[in-house]
């Protein structure tokens, strides 16, 4: 008798657990998020320049609104699952909940007020986050144009004249302006806490504009599988203060090493884990002469030096 009137009673403890045992679950699954995402480095969620403060921000937001749609997803699944157990006698067959306009209007525009927001914030970032859009600032502009090679970075400085094989050095505070190209299979190039991507293709001409707001050691890599030494296709970007910024370049102009045609042609050669190295009087055509080499048609420009004549003409009429 006692057992009858109590199983109401037992029933209740055991769904007030069951919340309880779920409550649990969630705090410690976020506990534990919390505190991997504490314990590693994830350089993309560590921003150290303007354009990756406003990624980080892009991330954060479209995470958040993600979770409007999962959250009342996976509490429905739970919902339905617990309501329409087989052993609830007290579910009600509703056959007319499918066609019910209340449901289906609510379902219609809960998404479609989330396309709307989403639709907003893309198209504010796209234009905000344009890699060809210029940083404003006071500072002038430092260009660097990279070039990707099979498996390796090819910095160079054409003002500056002088180049470096994986490693960029930089000025803290002051505007980069990248021109990429590649001498290789297209790739894409990133600097997680820096910028975003920017594929390098062959014979053509991509930009990205960054900023370094501090001084560091930031790891740069290959973002597109291009073959056996992709793995190893890193780089390090070194942000300095303006004076030690000055320093390295008059140490690179001091290097033994020029780039002409024939050091271009010995680098451009597949290696895997190429050592940092630099280049003084780096030819300041050499850019051009790369991209112009996969848009001329006769097979004979293959050979044309850079800086010559027909070089020059030829990047004329184009």
């Known amino acids: 008798m006692d057992l009858g009137v109590n199983m109401p ?3 209740r403890h055991k769904r007030v657990l069951a919340v309880v045992l779920l409550a649990l679950a969630i705090g410690g699954a976020l506990a534990a998020l919390a505190v991997y995402l504490h314990s590693v480095d994830i350089p993309v969620l560590e921003p150290k320049g303007p354009i990756a403060s406003q990624e980080q921000h892009l991330i954060i937001i479209t995470a958040l609104l993600s979770l409007f749609v999962v959250i009342p997803v996976l509490g429905l699944v739970v919902a339905f699952a617990v309501k329409y157990r087989e052993g609830n006698t007290k579910a009600q067959y509703s056959p007319t909940l499918a066609s019910s306009k209340r449901f289906e209007t609510a379902w219609w525009i809960y998404p479609s007020a989330l ?122 970007t070194n942000s300095t203060s303006l004076s030690a910024f000055r320093q390295w370049i008059d140490a690179a102009q001091r290097s033994p090493k020029a780039l002409n045609q024939g050091a271009y042609s ?35 420009s293959m050979s044309m030096a850079p800086g010559s004549r027909s070089m020059n003409m030829a990047e004329a009429s184009s």
């Open 9 to 11: 009673v037992i029933g």
């Open 115 to 236: 396309i709307v927001v989403l639709s907003i914030i893309t198209w504010n970032s796209a234009h905000s986050l344009d890699p060809y859009k210029p940083l404003d600032s006071k500072t002038p502009a430092l260009t660097i144009q990279v070039v990707s090679l099979d498996w390796k970075w090819l910095f160079i400085y054409p003002d500056q004249r002088v180049a470096c094989v994986n490693e960029m050095v930089i000025p803290n505070d002051t505007p980069i302006d990248l021109l990429l190209t590649s001498d290789a299979p297209m790739n894409s190039f990133w600097i997680p806490q820096l910028s975003g991507q920017i594929y390098a293709m062959p014979g053509m001409q991509t930009q990205l504009h960054l900023e370094a707001s501090s001084a560091g050691t930031f790891r740069g890599l290959s973002a597109n599988i291009s073959g056996a030494g992709f793995s190893s296709m890193t780089f390090q």
């Open 266 to 300: 010995v680098l451009a050669r597949p290696t895997e884990n190429a050592p940092i190295s630099c280049y003084a009087d780096s030819d300041t055509s050499l850019f051009s002469w790369i991209i112009l080499r996969y848009m001329t048609p006769d097979s004979s």
